[in-house]
């Protein structure tokens, strides 16, 4: 005879564990890209897909502990996106991450502009967040940097721009430029910050090569 479980508690299935906790992940990249750290409450999580309120501790220990879960969920997601484009080797190194804008700004679209990037709305909460938060933010941010920095030495060989231009402080600089194009794309419901800074940002240093 199947073991009983208490009532209301999910089976111990080890796939529909893993399952469950997927989809509460999935869903908490979405609120909390939408809505940020303090608006979003575990009952809204649990709801959105289904899952019967009061067992969400048989899946996370704590709310940090899923929203850690949920950074590297995002992280993971976000460096495929930034892969698809910034590795394809079979377009100019500068329209790589033209095309990423392209794409992100789409997905911004997508959503009414309601949803931005979860790094950077977790940053803007980061006074009332674990300090553990932010070593995890900073590291997903310098492997963004990374992947960006990569395709500007691609460009450095094509010729796309100045042999001397310091390309991790230019990947630094676009880090920092995106996530405030991306938080005034969400206030102006319009993805005009977005190509405003992207141009911007190729058209300076695509004329640092002619200076």
Same mark, same amino acid.
């Not at 999935?26 to 067992?55: C, F, H, N, W």
């Given at each position: 005879?199947?073991?009983?479980?208490g009532?209301?508690?999910?089976?111990?299935?080890p796939e529909?564990?893993?399952?469950?906790?997927s989809t509460l992940? #999935?869903?908490?990249?979405?609120?909390?890209?939408e @809505?940020g750290?303090s608006?979003?409450?575990i009952?809204?999580i649990?709801?959105?897909?289904?899952v019967?309120?009061?067992? &969400?501790?048989?899946? &996370?220990?704590?709310?940090?502990?899923?929203?850690?879960q949920? !950074?590297?969920?995002y992280?993971d997601? %976000?460096?495929?996106?930034?892969?698809k484009?910034?590795a394809d080797? $079979?377009r100019?190194?500068l329209?790589?991450?033209l095309d990423f804008?392209?794409t992100?700004s789409d997905?911004?679209?997508?959503?009414? %502009?309601?949803?931005?990037?979860l790094?950077?709305?977790l940053?803007?909460e980061?006074?009332n967040?674990p *300090?553990?938060?932010?070593s995890? !933010?900073?590291?997903v %941010?310098?492997?963004?940097?990374?992947?960006?920095? *990569?395709?500007?030495?691609a460009? =450095?060989e094509?010729h796309? !721009?100045?042999?001397?231009?310091d390309?991790? =402080?230019?990947?630094?600089?676009?880090?920092i430029?995106w996530?405030?194009?991306v938080? #005034?794309? =969400?206030?102006?419901r319009s993805?005009?910050?977005? =190509? !405003?800074f992207?141009?911007e940002f190729?058209? $300076?240093? @695509?004329?640092s $090569? @002619?200076?």
């Amino acid at each position: 005879m199947p073991k009983k479980t208490g009532r209301g508690r999910p089976p111990k299935s080890p796939e529909h564990h893993q399952a469950v906790r997927s989809t509460l992940i #999935r869903s908490g990249m979405e609120l909390l890209t939408e @809505q940020g750290y303090s608006a979003t409450g575990i009952d809204a999580i649990l709801k959105s897909v289904g899952v019967p309120k009061g067992s &969400f501790y048989y899946y &996370f220990d704590s709310k940090d502990e899923f929203v850690r879960q949920v !950074i590297d969920g995002y992280a993971d997601y %976000f460096a495929k996106l930034l892969d698809k484009h910034l590795a394809d080797e $079979t377009r100019p190194p500068l329209q790589r991450i033209l095309d990423f804008v392209a794409t992100a700004s789409d997905g911004m679209a997508r959503f009414d %502009f309601r949803r931005g990037c979860l790094l950077g709305n977790l940053g803007q909460e980061m006074s009332n967040l674990p *300090n553990q938060f932010r070593s995890q !933010i900073e590291t997903v %941010f310098t492997d963004w940097e990374k992947r960006v920095s *990569n395709c500007l030495e691609a460009a =450095k060989e094509r010729h796309e !721009i100045s042999a001397s231009a310091d390309t991790k =402080k230019l990947a630094y600089l676009f880090w920092i430029g995106w996530e405030g194009a991306v938080l #005034r794309a =969400k206030l102006e419901r319009s993805d005009r910050p977005l =190509k !405003i800074f992207a141009s911007e940002f190729i058209s $300076t240093y @695509q004329r640092s $090569t @002619q200076a």
